[in-house]
Nanobody, 120 residues
């Protein structure tokens, strides 16, 4: 069973930076980490969960929400079974629980989330 665990959240002042990590495990020898697309989502209080950034299985295709373009960078290290979200120039509206998702076809695995709070 694939497991996904996020880390790196916390409290940061506006304009600051954080790097989130998502460590995944439990892959089979046939369907390794590198065969899964990875995504970061976030959900703020009272709002729906939204896609923040995604990276394709071997990293060739990357997408960002318009609200984070130019500020956030998603990357993956297939040797470490880990995906990262570097968040710069953080704004109060970035405050949310950030979730990591691994997907292969119709199969999805979600982490439990990590809280990011941007406040002075």
């Amino acid at each position: 069973q694939v497991q996904v665990v996020e880390s790196g959240g916390g409290l940061v002042q506006p304009g600051g930076s954080l790097r989130l990590s998502c460590a995944a495990s439990g892959f089979t020898s046939r369907f390794t980490f590198s065969t899964y697309s990875m995504s970061w989502y976030r959900q703020a209080p009272g709002k729906e969960r939204e896609l923040v950034a995604s990276v394709s299985d071997f990293g060739g295709i990357i997408n960002y929400a318009d609200s984070v373009k130019g500020r956030f960078t998603i990357s993956r290290d297939n040797a470490k079974n880990t995906v990262y979200l570097q968040m710069n120039s953080l704004k109060p509206e970035d405050t949310a629980v950030y979730y990591c998702k691994a997907r292969r076809g119709s199969v999805e695995y979600w982490g439990q989330g990590t809280q990011v709070t941007v406040s002075s």
